[in-house]
């Protein structure tokens, strides 16, 4: 089992910005992939970044040039740098790790863009 411990949301004015952790609890994170996703209030889950075990990257095209998601290895940290924050982007933030066949989830750190 791993754990996904997430942190760094908060409250940030319209063109700020935050950086998102979410540490792993495994000494194998480095063959995870590692996803950053996004609910706003409703049943609707998105993904907006993902990174592989070989560290390539993927964006929604909503923060596409706005958001940079990397990760730490050595930390077993994946981070998401948030910049140019709209108010749109406000949802709870969740950490995935995926490896075939099994999948873990964070618990969830709140991002409000609001002046």
């Known amino acids: 089992q791993v754990q996904l411990v997430e942190s760094g949301g908060g409250l940030v004015q319209p063109g700020g910005s935050l950086r998102l952790s979410c540490a792993a609890s495994?000494?194998?994170?480095?063959?995870?992939?590692m996803g950053w996703y996004r609910q706003a209030p409703g049943p609707v889950r998105e993904l907006v970044a993902s990174?592989?075990?070989?560290?390539?990257?993927n964006y929604a095209a909503s923060v596409k040039g706005r958001f940079t998601i990397s990760r730490d290895n050595a930390k077993n940290t994946v981070y998401l740098q948030m910049n140019s924050l709209k108010p749109e982007d406000t949802a709870v933030y969740y950490c995935?790790?995926?490896?075939?066949?099994?999948?873990?989830w964070g618990q969830g750190t709140q991002v409000t863009v609001s002046s």
């Open positions: 995935n790790a995926r490896l075939p066949y099994q999948e873990y």
């Open positions: 495994t000494s194998s994170f480095s063959i995870f992939a």
């Open positions: 990174i592989t075990s070989g560290g390539s990257t």
